[in-house]
């Protein structure tokens, strides 16, 4: 049997072992728990207005710590980052009806977000070669009622912040960053997340770095900062004490970060940097092994941008491939690629959408007065979004290996191998 054989027509794989996963949590991170813990002290948030209001030593160093590393006036500390993109929805004075662009290429949560605030998310497309929300599908959305625009750094690549912006100047809205994937990563000399009226990161397992959950809130604004206090920690119970006027969104949550995640996290910080510069290294040296390939379009990085590869996306020509995504998929597993993921869902094609039921059982807030307009979700708003999720993306999970240069090489391989035999392929499954 020939070395070259397909191993999905019965030849051997070329990746035999699973590849290294990641694990950023070290013996930093345990020696700062185990101090959290022997202080008996496990949060110190004080749910009134008080001095512990704004939390206790390791929340408020933590916070200390993300103002310098991302360099803004503000960062507001909470225990997840879909816990943040609410308070961010809020914050920024979200009303109910008030309708929110965003991106259907994202995580549920940023789209849920505005919904928890009764307003009504509405779907943008997005640009084919960041995949992030392309401003002029955006501009030809906005309506009487769109107030803010929900920019999602997708992948590990910033969105088009100069035109996004330039887009909500000219129509007078605000702008959130969901920059859960793309933490430490730059836009023509920013970090990315921090060029939004608020943006922030995710401190889920999964991401680059991690506190178990947990999310980092980051803004320039001195009354976005405090609203998101507010919101974060039971507001309508403090906002009379503390003398606030303002009661817009003013209802209150409890979004805190206890003390031992924000002691892991003031060591996950210090890490960041090089996390990602280890994936930005894999996902280089992948990119130069798959050069070449015919149909087959490895990561793009716009000028003056930097890329976290929470996912290293590969677009396939399938039309000129003459073999289904599913095809390729399956020929890859077999070699012993793992990590792969066909698609990324579009948000605006779950059911809850599709249906329009957010709350109740009485499709709420579509059918409600406060939603002023038939919005569409149809399959069809978002063409680039649904083709590359229907036919022509996949993913490769960069951000949970830890792929040394061995294993970028055994992949390189794989994908080498059943390119050199794209003809049998066909001939096994004619499209
Ligand atoms: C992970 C993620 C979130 C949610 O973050 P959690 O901390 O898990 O709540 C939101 N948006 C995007 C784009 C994400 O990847």
Redesign the pocket.
């Known amino acids: 049997m020939s070395k070259d054989k397909l191993a999905i027509l019965g030849g051997n794989k070329v990746i035999s072992a699973p590849f290294k996963r990641y694990n950023p949590i070290g013996t930093e991170e345990l020696e700062a728990a185990k101090a959290v813990i022997e202080s008996g002290v496990l949060s110190q948030f004080l749910g009134a207005w008080h001095a512990d209001f704004y939390g206790g030593p390791k929340v408020r160093e933590f916070e200390r710590m993300c103002e310098a590393y991302f360099g803004v006036r503000h960062a507001v500390t909470v225990n ?3 816990s943040g ?1 609410i308070a961010a929805v809020g914050a920024v004075g979200i009303e109910p009806g008030d309708e929110v662009i965003v991106t259907p290429w ?2 549920c ?2 789209a849920t977000a505005i919904l928890h605030w009764n307003a009504i998310p509405v779907f943008a497309d997005i640009e084919p070669n960041t995949f992030c929300l392309d401003p002029a599908a955006v501009e030809a959305n906005i309506t009487p009622y769109t107030k803010a625009i929900m920019a ?1 750094d ?1 992948l590990g690549h910033s969105a088009n912040m100069d035109n996004l912006l330039a887009v909500a100047r000219k129509h007078g809205l605000k702008v959130i960053s ?1 920059t ?2 793309a933490p430490g990563t730059y836009y023509k000399g920013k970090m990315t997340g921090t060029m939004a009226d608020v943006g922030g990161y ?3 397992y ?2 680059h770095i991690h506190t178990g ?1 947990g ?1 980092i809130l980051v803004t320039d604004d001195d009354q976005i900062a405090e609203r998101l206090r507010l919101i974060r920690n039971h507001a309508e119970a403090v906002v009379g004490p503390k003398g606030e006027e303002n009661l817009v969104n003013m209802i209150g949550h409890n979004f805190r970060l206890g003390e031992i995640e924000s002691a892991i996290g003031i060591e996950q910080l210090k890490k960041l940097k090089n996390f990602v510069a280890g994936r930005q290294r894999a996902a280089e040296l992948l990119t130069a092994g798959l050069q070449g390939l015919p149909g087959l379009r490895t990561p793009l990085v716009e000028p003056g941008c930097t890329h976290a590869y929470y996912m290293y996306p590969l677009v396939l020509d399938v039309e000129m491939l003459g073999l289904s995504r599913a095809v390729i998929m399956k020929a890859l597993k077999a070699e012993g690629v793992e990590g792969l993921a066909a698609g990324y869902a579009n948000i605006h094609l779950l059911p809850m959408y599709q249906k329009k039921i957010a709350y109740g059982s009485h499709g709420f807030p579509w059918s409600s007065d406060i939603c002023r307009r038939e919005v569409s979700y149809a399959h069809g708003i978002c063409p680039v979004a649904e083709e590359l999720h229907e036919k022509t993306y996949i993913g490769f999970a960069m951000c949970m290996h830890e792929l040394d240069e061995k294993e970028v090489g055994l992949m390189v391989e794989a994908f080498k191998k059943v390119w050199t035999n794209l003809e049998s392929l066909r001939s096994h499954f004619a499209r």
């Open positions: 997840s980052w879909t993109l994202t995580m949560a940023s999602v997708i969901d859960a994937q995710s401190l889920n999964h991401k959950e999310g």
